[in-house]
C-alpha cells in the first residue's frame, strides 16, 4: 500500500469515529448519567440514593432528569431545594398509591423512595441515545410496591427545538393489584423548570378552543413558555393516545410545573406503560400548527390542527418560596 493511500484511509477512519461519537454517554456511579451530543451537555439523570442523613436522603430519595439549555452550559430544570423541593426535573408519581389495604405518597415522597437499581441498556450512537433505569418504588421499609423500567430516548430535534425526548415508563404491580390516584397537581409523569423562572412570564398553550385545564381532559398536546435568567424556553408535552384515557393536566401554575394525572389501576404482576414526548426549544412557543405536525408525527395518525388557547399562568396559592438551592453537579465539569 502506498504511503498516500494509507494516511487517506487513516485521515478516513479517524473522520469516522469523531462522526460515530455524535451522541455519548458520560457515567458517575452512584451519581448521575450524562447525555451528550456533539460533546454537549444535553440531558442529566440523577441516579444517586443515600440515606446515610436525612438530608442526603432528602436529595436523593427519587431518580429525575434534568434538561441542560440550548448551550449545553446548565441545567434548566429544578434540582432539591427552593419551593416544593420534590418538584424535580422531569420526574415521576402518585399522591395515593393504593395496595393491600395501604396507601402511599410517592410524590412527596414521604415515607418510602423510589430508587434506581441500575441501567438495563445503554445506547449511542449517530442516530441518538437511549437507555433504561430500572427503578424500584419502595412501600414500607425496602417492600418494593411497583418496579418502574424508564426508558429515555433522544433523537435530533426538528427544529426550532434543540431537544426531542421519548420517555416511556413500564410500572410493573409488584405487591399486589395497584391503584394509581391523586390529583393533577400532584400526580403522573410532569416537568418542572428550575426555581427562578420569571413567574410574571409564564404563559401556556392547549390543544383545545376556550380551554379550562382545571376540568378538561385528554388533550393530545399541550406547552409552556417560560423565563429563566433573561432567557425563553418552550416545553411541548405530547401525550400518546394509547395512554389512559381521562388525563387531566396541571398546565397552569406560575412556577411552570406541568404534566398529566391518570387515574388507573394495574393488576399484580402486570404493567401499565405511559408514553410522552417532549419537544423543547429556547424562544417562542411553536405554532399550533408546528406541534400538531410534531404529534402527528409521533402517534402515526393525521389529524388536523384543533382550535386551541393561548392563556397567561396562574399565580401559585402556595407560601413565598424559599431561597433556590443550586443544583450540585458532581460529575465532569461542565464547559
Known sequence: MNTKLASSLIALSTFSTAFAADWSFKETPNTSLD??????FIARY???????????????YKPYLHIFDAEGTAPITKGMGGEFTHHRGIFEGWVKIGVNGKTYDRWHMKGGEQVHLKFLNQKADTEG??????????GDGDEVILEDERTFTFRPAPAPYYVMLDVTSKIKAVAGDITLDGDPE???LQFRPAQEVDRSKTTYIYARENADAHKDVDYPWFGVNYSLNGKSYSVVYLNHPE???????SAYRDYGRFGAFYKTSIAKGETLTLKVRF??????MPSAEAIQKSWNKYTGKSNPTPAFTVKPAEMAKAAQPKPATPEKLKDAPLK
Open 186 to 188: 400532584h400526580s403522573g
Open 279 to 284: 419537544l423543547i426549544a429556547q424562544g417562542e
Open 243 to 249: 395512554n389512559p384515557k381521562g388525563a387531566r393536566i
Open 129 to 138: 441515545a437511549s437507555f433504561t433505569s430500572l427503578v424500584k418504588w419502595n
Open 46 to 60: 440523577m441516579t444517586a440514593y443515600d440515606k446515610s442523613t436525612p438530608e442526603r436522603l432528602n436529595e436523593t
Open 35 to 40: 447525555v451528550l451530543h456533539d460533546g454537549k
